[in-house]
């Protein structure tokens, strides 16, 4: 079964400060990886995405996240945080199957930035 | 500008109602999306539908309904069957090129009244 997992639910760092937010992740054959924000009553935006390759990904607004795929873990960084980076983080995975285009989401990493 | 435009924004649903989303992309995505985000649980999947006329169940589907008559849009129906449908509502595309990231629209949040 596939599954994603953030094992905080909340996050604080102080403005300035780096910060990581924490995804595994267990699926079947090789993963595509994402990483999406929430603003309050907003949709999720797309960050950043692992599909193959060089395991550290840039993305959006200054994010990067390093795929591990010996501890199956996509962490989300950055490295000085802003307090507009407040919001909801969502880390997702989509199994590597042909038509199999569904995405498992975790439960979500609120973030607070403490200016 | 491309996206997905969901509507209402809220949505208040009264005992025994059915009521209907809407979901409409111009990105001209081939597979469509809806989700339920409740707090603590994340984003489960309701319905699905990767071509026109055609969708599969996702692992929450009782008490919802869905149609797909045309590529751009997907309504959801919230039928008196789903006895806790107070939620925010998500909707998504995606190109069907398996790389890309699904798109989201910013929601319907749906009260019982």
């Known amino acids: 079964a596939q599954s994603v997992a953030q094992p905080e639910d909340q996050v604080n760092v102080a403005e300035g400060n780096p910060l990581t937010v924490k995804c595994t992740y267990s699926?079947?054959?090789?993963?595509?990886l994402f990483w999406y924000v929430q603003y309050p009553n907003r949709g999720l935006q797309f960050l950043l995405k692992?599909?193959?390759?060089?395991?550290l990904v840039k993305g959006s607004y200054g994010f990067e996240a390093e795929f591990n795929k010996s501890q199956t873990s996509f962490h989300l960084k950055k490295p000085s945080a802003l307090v507009s980076d407040s919001a909801l983080y969502f880390c997702?995975?989509?199994?590597?199957?042909?038509?199999?285009?569904?995405?498992?989401f975790g439960t979500g990493t609120r973030l607070t930035v403490i200016p | 500008d491309g996206g997905i435009t969901q509507s209402p924004k809220y949505l208040f649903r009264k005992e025994g109602q059915n009521v209907t989303l809407s979901c409409e992309q111009n990105?001209?995505?081939?597979?469509m999306y809806w989700y339920r985000q409740d707090p603590g649980q994340g984003l489960r999947l309701i319905y699905y539908?990767?071509?026109?006329?055609?969708?599969q169940k996702g692992d929450i589907a009782e008490g919802y309904s869905v149609s797909r008559e045309k590529k751009e849009s997907f309504p959801l129906t919230v039928t008196s069957a789903q006895k806790n449908p107070t939620a925010f509502y998500l909707c998504?595309?995606?190109?069907?090129?398996?790389?890309?990231?699904?798109?989201f629209g910013d929601g319907t949040r749906l009260s019982i009244l």
């Open positions: 692992y599909i193959t390759g060089d395991n």
């Open positions: 539908s990767q071509i026109v006329n055609d969708f």
């Open positions: 990105l001209n995505h081939d597979a």
């Open positions: 998504a595309s995606l190109e069907t090129v398996s790389n890309q990231p699904q798109h």
């Open positions: 699926v079947s054959g090789n993963p595509y």
């Open positions: 997702a995975v989509r199994p590597y199957q042909t038509g199999a285009n569904n995405l498992f």
